[in-house]
């Protein structure tokens, strides 16, 4: 059965450093999203992704995220500067087409900033 | 944000027992809801979903009710089996394509 899949599993990296979150979204998905989960907190949305722009964002999601497809298979985030409170598992999901509602989400990348 | 709340943290079931999971939400302009089951260390993985159109969705086990005038929806799962033991998060989105908005999340203990 197809899956989204995520790299790497874990990240650690130290404050102020840049990171990247790799994910491959399922094959014919052409909706894109990041959410992540604060320890302890609700799953919360970042940004969604269609058409190679972005279709919404939240408030969390400033000028320190970005997200891009470089291909036609990739889908990444990164943050620019990380900082202490950007700690949390970051998940990566998809969705097939409009009027399909359901999306898929990949294991995860817990990042850890020091 | 509170616009989608579950009020039980947790539910413990026998085996073979019904589970079910409360979901309430206010925001009238929701249109679409899903429930998604969590093991740890693992994403979310959708269970079953419902439109605003209809009150009741089945899929095997997974039955979902929705009450729009109450703004609550209910998951039922039938017979409970140990390996549902998990965290339950009901997730209500405006539109298709659009943002996932989360609850808090159910952990269900289903003792043998």
């Known amino acids: 059965e197809p899956e989204v899949t995520q790299t790497p599993s874990h990240q650690v990296t130290q404050m102020g450093q840049e990171v990247i979150l790799r994910c491959v979204p399922i094959?014919?998905?052409?909706?894109f999203y990041w959410y992540r989960q604060i320890l302890g907190q609700k799953v919360e949305f970042l940004v969604s992704?269609?058409?190679?722009?972005?279709?919404?964002k939240s408030e969390i999601f400033d000028d320190q995220f970005s997200v891009e497809r470089p291909d036609g298979s990739n889908f990444t985030l990164k943050i620019r500067s990380t900082k202490l409170e950007d700690s949390a598992m970051y998940f990566c999901?998809?969705?097939?087409?409009?009027?399909?509602?359901?999306?898929?989400f990949g294991p995860g990348t817990r990042l850890t900033v020091l | 944000d509170q616009q989608v709340k579950q009020n039980s943290p947790s539910l413990s079931v026998q085996e073979g027992r019904i589970s079910i999971l409360n979901c309430d939400y206010t925001?009238?302009?929701?249109?679409?809801f899903l429930w998604y089951k969590k093991y740890p260390a693992e994403g979310p993985t959708f269970l079953i979903s419902?439109?605003?159109?209809?009150d009741k969705n089945e899929d095997g086990r997974f039955t979902v009710f929705l009450n729009k005038s109450a703004k609550h929806l209910s998951l039922h799962i039938v017979p409970s089996q140990p390996g549902d033991s998990a965290v339950y998060f009901c997730?209500?989105?405006?539109?298709?394509?659009?943002?996932?908005?989360f609850g808090g999340g159910t952990r269900v203990l289903v003792k043998p």
């Open positions: 997730a209500a989105s405006k539109a298709a394509g659009n943002k996932l908005t």
């Open positions: 999901a998809s969705s097939e087409l409009a009027g399909v509602n359901e999306q898929f």
């Open positions: 992704f269609y058409n190679n722009e972005i279709s919404e």
């Open positions: 925001n009238s302009m929701f249109d679409y």
């Open positions: 419902i439109s605003s159109i209809k």
């Open positions: 094959s014919n998905h052409l909706y």
